[in-house]
């Protein structure tokens, strides 16, 4: 478990709040008044079944999808919405939002490299664009980083020639860069080839030690169960089950949670 998770949870700083958020995409409601609650060193797992709500709720909170109701607060600082056409929202204040999703890494199923660019530029990209660091200081980071992920040996290759695993872990390296408070991983390794999964979770799990908040929504029980503090089980649009991993995969409250985990244990 990372050593950010140690000692009593009233001397961390939240970092992430979600509260009461809903979902809906016409008359489908997949979120359905959701709370959920990060500290600085957590590592919150959110799995379920596929339709559960996971992702979507992974990806309200950088309002990629923006909730029809509820509040986020990243920090301390909540988001601010509006509303909009059909009962929606939108976001109020684009420069915040920019602000705050600068605390924010995510990293996609799909890797979302930039295809024209190397790994090296793809990395320094951010933080010379949105973060105005001169180019030589990111440069010298990004290569740090690309070093932390088992990829400085590969900085000058484009994408296209890279593994699914070497490109998600210079995604990893990409959403870093920025410096986040936060990294979001949303199904990480679900668009890998098995046997690429492993050098992908290993360096999310280094990440994890050393002590980085992160929410990540994951099919990788086993994972899940030993880098995650905190595990919430999300059924058809709410959490049924969360606690510590040795009680929500060992002796959960929630049958429906039960029967899910014992599915995956074969």
Known sequence: ???????????????????????????LEVLKGVSLTAREGDVVALIGASGSGKSTLLRCTNMLEVPTSGRVVISGEEIR????????????????LQRVRARLGMVFQSFNLWAHRTVIENVIE???????????????????????VGLYAKKDVYPAFLSGGQQQRAAIARALALRPQVMLFDE??????PELVGEVLKVIRDIAAEGRTMILVTHEMAFARDVANHVAFLHQGQIEEEGPPQKVFGTPDSERCRQFVNARKH
């Not at 050593?3 to 995409?25: N, Y």
């Not at 919405?81 to 976001?91: E, H, I, R, T």
């Not at 990480?188 to 080839?193: N, Y």
């Open 1 to 27: 478990m990372p050593d950010g998770t140690a000692g009593d949870v009233s001397t961390r700083t939240e970092v992430v709040r979600l509260e009461a958020i809903h979902k809906s995409f016409g008359l």
């Open 81 to 96: 919405l509006k509303p909009a056409a059909g009962g929606q929202m939108a976001v109020a204040d684009a420069h915040q």
């Open 126 to 148: 951010a933080p010379v664009h949105v973060l105005k660091e001169p180019k030589a200081e990111a440069t010298e980071r990004a290569e740090a980083l690309l070093h932390k």
């Open 188 to 193: 990480p390794t679900s668009a890998l080839d």
